[in-house]
């Protein structure tokens, strides 16, 4: 990758509402030809979308946690994604080796939601959870490049 194309995404991973034109100003393309390889970079699913970072305090989902969850039978690990899929806090869900199968990051309202959250996952899918709450996020969301 060129690294034309690198300070890019850099600033498209910043800030994702950037013009063309003000983006092309910074990389020394023009208007159209920062557009134009910012289509390419899409088309190659290099860039796959673009969002609204959201505060979850102002939404009323104020408390992250992670969640391990382990299935009690290895025969039943099949059900547990798509039943965790329709579960609005949790917000990524990772399939991880080690002691657990799943690591979920969740966000919930307060700890009596948490407790709610954990009891539907485990009476839902027939799993053992471990949970860690987040006090503090130092930082997340790093963009990949730069």
Known sequence: MEDTDRRILELLATDGRISFTELGRKVGLSTSATQQRVRRLEQRGIITG?????????????????????????????????????????????????HASYMCVVQVASTEALDQLLTDIRVGVSVNTQTTIVLRTTFSNRPLVG
């Open 50 to 98: 673009y969002r609204a970072d959201i505060d979850p305090t102002m939404v009323g989902r104020g408390l992250t946690a992670i969640i391990e969850i382990s299935p009690m039978a290895a025969d039943q690990e099949e059900p547990i994604p798509s039943f965790l899929a329709d579960i609005p806090e949790i917000i990524s869900c990772y399939s991880v080796s080690g």
